[in-house]
C-alpha cells in the first residue's frame, strides 16, 4: 500500500472543531501556557503565531522589569512544537481527527537552541514558528519572539521526535 500523496500546505485548510481542540489544548490543557499566559492566536499547516503580555510573574531581572529568558525559552519552544504539530496533522488529512490528534502524544523536543538578542521589554509579545523539515521520525522548527512594535527580541531552532 502506498503512502497518501504529499499535500501542498498552502491548500489544507484545517476543520473549525480541529482548530477549537488544538486552540484549547494549547491555551488551558497545557497547564505552563497557561500559567504565563501564552495564548494560541494563528494554527496554519506552516507554522503558528501566540502571543504573551508581560506580567509581574514573568519578570526576571525586577530593575529593569524585563522578562525571565526561561519563559522566553518556554514560549519559543511552545510554538515550535505546535508548528510541528500542525505540519503533521497537515500532512494526515485522510486520518479522522481522534486519530491525528493520538499522533500528539509522540511528539517531545530533542534540542532547542535560543539566540537572545534584546531585553524582552514591553506589554505584549508575538511568538512564531515554521517548520523547516518533518522527516518521518525528527523535524525541525525556526522560531522567533518580537516585541509589539515587530522589533525581533530573540530567535530559536529545534528539532522535535514526532514518532
Given at each position: 500500500m502506498s503512502p497518501p500523496p504529499r499535500l501542498d500546505p498552502a491548500a489544507v485548510v484545517f476543520e473549525p472543531e480541529l482548530l477549537?481542540?488544538?486552540?484549547?489544548?494549547?491555551?488551558?490543557?497545557?497547564?505552563?501556557?497557561?500559567?504565563?499566559?501564552?495564548?494560541?492566536?494563528?494554527?496554519?499547516?506552516?507554522g503558528v503565531t501566540a502571543d504573551i503580555c508581560m506580567k509581574p510573574e514573568l519578570v526576571g531581572n525586577f530593575t529593569h522589569h524585563r522578562m525571565h529568558g526561561g519563559v522566553t525559552s518556554a514560549c519559543?519552544?511552545?510554538?515550535?512544537?505546535?508548528?510541528?504539530?500542525?505540519?503533521v496533522l497537515a500532512r494526515h488529512m485522510d486520518e479522522p481527527i481522534a486519530k491525528r490528534l493520538d499522533r500528539f502524544g509522540k511528539l517531545g523536543t530533542i534540542d532547542l537552541r535560543v539566540d537572545y538578542l534584546r531585553p524582552v521589554q514591553g506589554e505584549?509579545?508575538?511568538?512564531?514558528?515554521?517548520?523547516l523539515r518533518l522527516g518521518s521520525r525528527v523535524a525541525n522548527a525556526r522560531m522567533e519572539f518580537r516585541g509589539a512594535d515587530g522589533k525581533l527580541l530573540s530567535t530559536g531552532a529545534a528539532a522535535y521526535i514526532v514518532s
Open positions: 477549537a481542540i488544538l486552540t484549547h489544548m494549547f491555551d488551558e490543557r497545557i497547564a505552563f501556557n497557561r500559567l504565563i499566559g501564552l495564548r494560541l492566536t494563528r494554527f496554519h499547516p506552516e519559543l519552544d511552545a510554538a515550535g512544537g505546535f508548528a510541528v504539530m500542525a505540519a505584549r509579545f508575538e511568538v512564531t514558528a515554521e517548520v
